[in-house]
């Protein structure tokens, strides 16, 4: 294969579109922009290909290096810019860019075989479907396998506090965001909300959930509700549920393993089928495996293992892809028009993926997942003994949330600190990661009170030192402004 030459325009006026911006074109910007939802600073480059670092200028052109300790929304597990995965799409850019959603290409079936592969538990040797666009779309992808596979259930469970995407479906799926969308999203009828086992604020008023534990005394009273639902107290039998095992937009919250348990056990006796949302819980994002269903499985000895599990995020080693991986007991396969994007076969993200898998396993960045993350999370743990505002520490490996609160006595939440601290970081050259706001019905905010600290997984020994140093500026900073 040639390397690439420009036919028409010169390498100079390529080169242009991505390097830089001045202050008309960013005028211009924000009075065309549909979506105003952006940044004050504006992201170049990597600093180095494949660092967690990334150069951000301001309005008025002055440059900035900042450590992204949210990966781009949790996404570039191998940094910015990563050489092996550029390569890997430049590999495939030359060969072959886009082709129709129902032609093969080598890198499709290779990911679909290596997600097969390392998908956990009962998933193993499973079916595989591929998007280019995200998690959305393969939640909405499980939710049309369960329908056509459970012999006419159209109703799904869904938990308080969860994200699913922001399709106009999936943002019924997810926790509702009233008084934020301004519009009414579609197919309310087709599922059901129960509440999610979210220890430190249990409802059945265990006070002794912490960092993550359940309290020793609980008997998952939160379990048996969701069953009551399972069996017949939901408006519709169920054709499935749909959780994350660890809810990360919602606060990173962890469901007590127990309880993932229980929850596959009533499914399988009620024909339910169990979908995990792993979108952000994979790529070995929570330490040394795949996914956490795995990390229970080899360190806990308990399979959890649902009937599909859905990815995102990092899967695409930065370039977008969703994931449905479904149980070869599920005999059920997509017709021609039943799951298909004109973009779902492009091979570049799967190429992309393949390279972030590879490298990943090679240079053993699940390894340093575990050992980072262990780092931050000592140090985070020291700094809840000195600092009252420091509720909750909930991880593992590098998908870590703080959950602030005025008290640690009420647990009454500090959204106002926690707000604060996403601002304020970048003043310390570094991102904080928020919470996604939860909303009464009438729009008011109840929390949004845990920060997230999710840098890639090839952060080195320096960076998080410079994590913990700039958390800690920015806390003090941030309590100052606050109190
Ligand atoms: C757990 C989870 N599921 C699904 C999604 C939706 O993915 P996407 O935005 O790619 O549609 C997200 C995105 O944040 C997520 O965190």
Redesign the pocket.
């Known amino acids: 294969m040639k390397e690439i030459e420009p036919k028409i325009l010169s390498k100079e006026e390529i080169e242009r579109i991505s390097s830089g911006i001045n202050e008309e074109e960013l005028i211009e910007f924000d009075k065309h922009a549909l979506n105003s939802f952006y940044e004050a600073l504006t992201a170049i480059e990597a600093k180095e290909p494949g660092s967690s670092w990334v150069k951000v200028i301001d309005k008025e052109g002055n440059v900035k290096e900042i450590l992204d300790a949210t990966s781009m929304?949790?996404t570039l597990s191998l940094g910015f810019a990563h050489p092996d995965v550029n390569y890997a799409a430049y590999q495939q850019m030359i060969r072959l860019n886009h082709v129709r959603y129902n032609v093969l290409t080598p890198a499709r079936a290779k990911l679909v075989n290596k997600i097969a592969e390392l998908a956990p538990g009962k998933l193993k040797g499973g079916r595989v479907s591929l998007n280019n666009?995200?998690?959305?779309?393969?939640?909405e992808a499980a939710i049309k396998l369960a329908m056509m596979a459970s012999r006419g259930a159209d109703h799904f469970g869904v938990f308080w506090g969860g994200?699913?995407?922001?399709?106009l479906v999936?943002t019924t799926a997810t926790q509702p965001m009233h008084g934020i969308n301004r519009f009414t999203s579609f197919g309310h009828e087709h599922f059901t909300r129960m509440p999610y086992p979210y220890c430190y604020r249990c409802l059945w008023n265990y006070k002794g959930g912490l960092n993550g534990k359940k309290d020793p005394s609980c008997n998952l009273e939160c379990f048996d509700l969701v069953e009551n639902y399972i069996l017949g107290m939901a408006p519709k039998r169920f054709a499935g549920i749909m959780l994350?095992p660890i809810q990360?937009?919602g606060g990173q919250i962890p469901a007590p393993p127990e309880f993932l348990l229980k929850l596959k056990e009533v499914c399988e006796e009620e024909k339910v089928f169990l979908i995990y949302?792993e979108?952000?819980t994979s790529m070995w994002r929570c330490g040394k495996y795949f996914t956490i269903t795995e990390r229970y499985q080899k360190e806990l000895n308990l399979d959890v293992s649902p009937d599909m599990m859905?990815f995102?995020?990092g899967i695409g080693g930065g370039y977008?892809l969703?994931v449905l991986v479904a149980s070869p007991k599920i005999k059920k396969r997509f017709g021609p028009s039943e799951e298909h994007t004109t973009f779902s076969s492009d091979p570049l993200s799967m190429a992309t993926s393949l390279a972030a898998i590879k490298v990943i396993e090679k240079a053993k960045y699940g390894e340093n997942c575990e050992k980072m993350g262990n780092k931050i999370t000592k140090r985070l743990l020291e700094m809840q003994e000195e600092y009252e505002e420091i509720g909750d520490i909930r991880g593992p490996g590098l998908f870590i949330g703080i959950e602030f609160v005025k008290n640690k006595e009420t647990r009454e939440p500090f959204t106002e600190l926690s707000e604060e601290m996403i601002l304020l970081a970048p003043e310390h050259n570094l991102y904080l990661g928020p919470s996604m706001p939860i909303l009464t019905a009438t729009g008011k905010l109840r929390r949004r009170n845990v920060t997230k600290i999710k840098p890639p997984l090839v952060v080195t020994e320096e960076d998080t030192d410079f994590i913990l140093e700039s958390f800690e500026l920015t806390l003090k900073d941030a309590l100052k402004k606050v109190k």
């Open positions: 929304n949790w666009q995200g998690g959305g779309l393969a939640n994200y699913h995407g922001s399709t999936m994350e990360a937009a949302d979108c952000q859905t995102t995020k977008p969703g």
